[in-house]
């Protein structure tokens, strides 16, 4: 990735903040938070979405997400093994750390966002937030043209925090003429490793 800054913006991320424990979902029935999480959450999709299985972000316990400026009424979360048990798109990027061919796997990230209800329009705006603060922003057209996964495993690993994941939203660079002739370090501005937020905005 050409840069990783810390984005400060409120403007980027703000949704209207309610209570911390209830959601509401598409059929309008209340859901009980902790009855929605049998395995930690590690990735949380918020915003113009149909589909939510926890309540709102709770600046006391979300720690991370409320520094980051990240706010929600309700949201919808992926622990990993509903990720892992979606069906998986391998790829096999040059990636920019070693300048050699690796094997990543996961599901496409319009199936996830299609689990979460977000809207189907290409121009949807598709932002992604990585553990460090990392923000990118694309279209639902684009991450459909690149075929973006949410990349579970590396060379048939699952990856650590700490290192690129546990989560790393990336495409086959090497196969998208636009990014194919590009430095190495050019090619992954738009692919957050350590992915654990999306916000969905329809246009």
Known sequence: ???????????????TTTSAFTATSATGAKRDHAACAPAPAILTLSGAISR??????????????NRQLVKFSGAYTFDYPTLTAMPAVTI???????????????????????????????????????????????????VRAWRFIVATHLDGKPMALGGLGPLWAIYD???????????????FVLSPWGLYQIQVTAA
Do not use: C, W
Not at 2 to 7: D, M, Q, S
Not at 129 to 134: F, H, I, T
Not at 176 to 184: D, F, R, S, V, W
């Open 92 to 142: 096999k990027p040059t990636i920019e750390y070693d300048a050699k061919p690796h094997t990543l796997s996961g599901p496409l990230l319009t199936s996830v966002l299609e689990q979460a209800g977000a809207p189907t329009a290409g121009d949807t705006r598709i932002g992604m937030r990585a553990v460090d603060g990392y923000v990118v922003q694309t279209t639902l057209e684009n």
């Open 173 to 187: 660079a090497d196969h998208i003429a636009e990014l194919a002739t590009k430095p190495l370090k050019d090619r």
């Open 1 to 15: 990735m050409k840069k990783r800054e810390f984005l400060t913006s409120a403007a980027m991320l703000g949704v």
């Open 52 to 65: 939510t299985n926890r309540g709102a972000l709770d600046p006391a316990f979300d720690q991370m997400m």
